[in-house]
């Protein structure tokens, strides 16, 4: 269930660029740019299905995904959202952009392409490079905690809503090593 959970957060990653090249094969289809035929409707019902299970992993693994709560104290923190979101963003508004929706082809190197970037996203937990969170309004934090009651100092990432403040106590949330949010609702 974990590598399905996973996948499935991959897939969230790329929920924007999936609406770009949908935007765009409806816009062609309205401007007469390309014709209703078959391909047109595999990528519809592709980029459909892709947006769906976007959603859907990514409320697997935030709403009803299960973790342990504990409240930390925030001792450093460093925002890196900015540090991966735009590369990742540009690269996949570039990709939208080039896309030949008529051929046969494109079509084939589109899933190419997201099956070799997800091999590489999931082999290396690349979990917090999710525009589509970034886009929700969620931050992304390198930061150094402590559990309340403990002296041990703890480097971790984690997902925000807003801006963290240091020497403030939160409630987190730990939903894997990998993929953990941090409360707004601060002691």
Same mark, same amino acid.
């Given at each position: 269930?974990?590598?399905?959970?996973?996948?499935?957060?991959?897939?969230?990653?790329?929920?924007?660029?999936?609406?770009? +090249? #949908?935007?765009? /094969? &409806?816009?062609?289809? $309205?401007?007469?740019?390309?014709?209703? %035929?078959? *391909?047109?409707? @595999?990528?519809?019902?592709?980029?459909?299905?892709?947006?769906?299970?976007?959603?859907?992993?990514?409320?697997?693994?935030?709403?009803?995904?299960?973790?342990?709560?504990?409240?930390?104290?925030?001792?450093?923190?460093?925002?890196?959202?900015?540090?991966?979101?735009?590369?990742?963003?540009?690269?996949?508004?570039?990709?939208?952009?080039?896309?030949?929706?008529?051929?046969?082809?494109?079509? +084939? #190197?589109?899933? /190419? &392409?997201?099956?070799? $970037?997800?091999?590489?996203?999931?082999? %290396?937990? *690349?979990?917090? @490079?999710?525009?589509?969170?970034?886009?929700?309004?969620?931050?992304?934090?390198?930061?150094?905690?402590?559990?309340?009651?403990?002296?041990?100092?703890?480097?971790?990432?984690?997902?925000?809503?807003?801006?963290?403040?240091?020497?403030?106590?939160?409630?987190?949330?730990?939903?894997?090593?990998?993929?953990?949010?941090?409360?707004?609702?601060?002691?």
């Amino acid at each position: 269930m974990k590598k399905f959970k996973d996948i499935f957060l991959y897939l969230s990653a790329f929920v924007p660029m999936y609406i770009l +090249i #949908l935007t765009k /094969l &409806i816009v062609e289809l $309205i401007c007469n740019n390309i014709l209703f %035929n078959a *391909l047109y409707i @595999i990528y519809f019902c592709t980029l459909i299905i892709l947006i769906l299970l976007g959603v859907i992993g990514l409320a697997l693994n935030t709403i009803y995904s299960k973790g342990i709560s504990k409240e930390i104290i925030i001792l450093n923190k460093n925002n890196i959202t900015d540090k991966h979101f735009l590369g990742y963003f540009s690269l996949f508004v570039l990709f939208a952009l080039q896309l030949n929706l008529t051929l046969v082809s494109s079509y +084939i #190197l589109f899933l /190419l &392409i997201l099956f070799f $970037i997800g091999m590489v996203y999931v082999k %290396n937990s *690349l979990f917090y @490079i999710n525009p589509l969170l970034n886009i929700l309004g969620y931050n992304f934090y390198d930061i150094i905690y402590s559990e309340i009651g403990a002296n041990e100092k703890i480097q971790a990432k984690f997902f925000y809503k807003g801006e963290l403040k240091e020497n403030q106590n939160y409630k987190v949330i730990f939903k894997n090593q990998h993929f953990s949010f941090i409360n707004k609702n601060q002691k």
